[in-house]
């Protein structure tokens, strides 16, 4: 067992624990094991139970508000503390407010801290009054009324996508969609042979984001779609589906961090589009949610009910799915990353999926998992012979699918 983002050990009690119990209670909850050294021997404390009356007065005297946890007393002699995230956030030692990273516990800076703040007030950024009052929506007004029909645009319709209040004026949703802002938005760069080859390089800020959003799909036309002629008719074809890039840029801004003074990057290659949005997930969601389709915390919901209203997006949370489904039948699969400061999306070129045999399927599918691959290592696990799966490989080779590298006991074999 080692020490990880939720799980600390301590061989004997310092007050340096307590930063970390700060950290645990305003992200994501975690452990500190006492009695167990960095490298996760156990040692064992004295007596337990006077230990863990310290730990917890400790607690109770250096950490504010007061956070959520247990102590657990093991058989061999160690003492767990149980830290639940709270929801008082932000929980100080020593006037400072301290997150994991990784296994190491550190200050959280500026920006940080005030997300803690409006978080412990149930606060989302959007929601929070503009620093700009003038603000114009010619470029909503444009959008609403092509989408929803409506005939009079004014300040009662703001008012009903919670986009302004008589008490506080506008709020960051509306400055975000207003004409001019003061908001990063989109940085679209299309790349050559190398990425050192930049062959078009397009800013898109400081204006609603509503025009991001547009301008971006109009560059993804121009490098990843076209027509084909066919008789009188002209029909479009997408080299990456169009659906997956809107609900991946759509995502970006809804659910990126819009604190952060930076752009949502946009890298086109000739196999691939990389989007990467500033900020990691929101708290509360873990990966797995994020890639089924559960995210049910929106970090933008004033923007991202706008979003809905103009039928920009789909039910809340299926995003990921859209994406996925728009590469139904594709070999090549999008493909997602994530940590505490950014989201990445990868959007790979459609290549449909062979015609294959039963036998020819199962040998594809064990490279499409792990490649290159020798046959050794694939043999045992298709359950055929090794002068079938050989015969196979062949085939595979002679149809252009699978390609075969090195020679006599070193041959790999990859799909193309």
Same mark, same amino acid.
């Given at each position: 067992?080692?020490?990880?983002?939720?799980?600390?050990?301590? +061989?004997?009690?310092?007050?340096?624990? $307590? /930063? #970390?119990?700060?950290?645990? =209670? !305003?992200?994501? @909850?975690?452990?500190?094991?006492?009695?167990?050294?960095?490298?996760?021997?156990?040692?064992?404390?004295?007596?337990?139970?006077?230990?863990?009356?310290?730990?917890?007065?400790?607690?109770?005297?250096?950490?504010?508000?007061?956070?959520?946890?247990?102590?657990?007393?093991?058989?061999?002699?160690?003492?767990?503390?149980?830290?639940?995230?709270?929801?008082?956030?932000?929980?100080?030692?020593?006037?400072?407010?301290?997150?994991?990273?990784?296994?190491?516990?550190?200050?959280?800076?500026?920006?940080?801290?005030?997300?803690?703040?409006?978080?412990?007030?149930?606060?989302?950024?959007?929601?929070?009054?503009?620093?700009?009052?003038?603000?114009?929506?010619?470029?909503?007004?444009?959008?609403?009324?092509?989408?929803?029909?409506? +005939?009079?645009?004014?300040?009662?319709? $703001? /008012? #009903?996508?919670?986009?302004? =209040? !008589?008490?506080? @004026?506008?709020?960051?949703?509306?400055?975000?969609?207003?004409?001019?802002?003061?908001?990063?938005?989109?940085?679209?760069?299309?790349?050559?042979?190398?990425?050192?080859?930049?062959?078009?390089?397009?800013?898109?800020?400081?204006?609603?984001?509503?025009?991001?959003?547009?301008?971006?799909?109009?560059?993804?036309?121009?490098?990843?779609?076209?027509?084909?002629?066919?008789?009188?008719?002209?029909?479009?074809?997408?080299?990456?589906?169009?659906?997956?890039?809107?609900?991946?840029?759509?995502?970006?801004?809804?659910?990126?961090?819009?604190?952060?003074?930076?752009?949502?990057?946009?890298?086109?290659?000739?196999?691939?589009?990389?989007?990467?949005?500033?900020?990691?997930?929101?708290?509360?969601?873990?990966?797995?949610?994020?890639?089924?389709?559960?995210?049910?915390? $929106?970090?933008?919901?004033?923007?991202?009910?706008?979003?809905?209203?103009?039928?920009?997006?789909?039910?809340?949370?299926?995003?990921?799915?859209?994406?996925?489904?728009?590469?139904?039948?594709?070999?090549?699969?999008?493909?997602?990353?994530?940590?505490?400061?950014?989201?990445?999306?990868?959007?790979?070129?459609?290549?449909?999926?062979?015609?294959?045999?039963?036998?020819?399927?199962?040998?594809?599918?064990?490279?499409?998992?792990?490649?290159?691959?020798?046959?050794?290592?694939?043999?045992?696990?298709?359950?055929?012979?090794?002068?079938?799966?050989?015969?196979?490989?062949?085939?595979?080779?002679?149809?252009?699918?699978?390609?075969?590298?090195?020679?006599?006991?070193?041959?790999?074999?990859?799909?193309?």
């Amino acid at each position: 067992m080692r020490e990880n983002k939720n799980l600390e050990f301590k +061989e004997g009690m310092t007050n340096t624990f $307590l /930063k #970390t119990v700060s950290a645990f =209670s !305003n992200y994501g @909850g975690g452990q500190v094991v006492f009695g167990v050294d960095d490298n996760g021997k156990v040692v064992g404390v004295q007596n337990p139970k006077e230990f863990s009356l310290a730990v917890e007065n400790k607690i109770n005297d250096n950490i504010s508000p007061m956070p959520e946890y247990t102590l657990q007393i093991g058989a061999d002699n160690t003492v767990t503390l149980i830290v639940m995230e709270g929801t008082g956030k932000p929980y100080f030692y020593k006037s400072k407010a301290y997150k994991r990273n990784d296994t190491a516990t550190v200050e959280v800076d500026t920006t940080e801290l005030t997300r803690l703040i409006l978080e412990g007030k149930h606060i989302t950024f959007d929601e929070v009054r503009s620093k700009k009052q003038d603000l114009t929506f010619k470029k909503l007004k444009e959008w609403l009324v092509a989408k929803t029909g409506i +005939e009079n645009f004014n300040t009662d319709t $703001l /008012k #009903t996508l919670n986009l302004y =209040s !008589n008490e506080d @004026g506008f709020n960051n949703a509306a400055a975000i969609l207003a004409d001019k802002n003061h908001f990063p938005g989109v940085d679209i760069a299309r790349f050559g042979e190398t990425i050192n080859v930049i062959l078009k390089r397009k800013t898109i800020g400081n204006q609603s984001v509503l025009t991001v959003y547009q301008e971006t799909l109009e560059v993804f036309r121009d490098y990843y779609t076209y027509e084909v002629i066919s008789g009188f008719a002209r029909e479009k074809k997408e080299n990456i589906p169009e659906e997956a890039f809107r609900e991946a840029i759509a995502n970006a801004l809804i659910h990126r961090c819009w604190d952060i003074q930076a752009h949502i990057k946009v890298a086109m290659f000739d196999d691939r589009i990389e989007v990467v949005s500033p900020g990691g997930l929101p708290s509360g969601i873990q990966k797995e949610h994020y890639l089924n389709g559960n995210l049910s915390v $929106l970090r933008n919901p004033i923007l991202a009910n706008v979003f809905f209203r103009l039928n920009l997006v789909e039910i809340f949370g299926t995003g990921i799915m859209r994406i996925k489904e728009a590469y139904k039948g594709s070999v090549r699969q999008p493909e997602f990353e994530m940590d505490d400061n950014m989201i990445k999306m990868t959007l790979p070129l459609l290549q449909a999926k062979p015609s294959l045999s039963e036998s020819e399927e199962t040998v594809y599918a064990l490279l499409s998992k792990v490649n290159p691959r020798g046959i050794g290592e694939i043999v045992p696990e298709t359950g055929f012979g090794r002068s079938k799966v050989r015969n196979i490989l062949k085939g595979l080779a002679e149809k252009g699918i699978v390609v075969t590298e090195g020679n006599q006991r070193g041959t790999k074999y990859r799909l193309s």
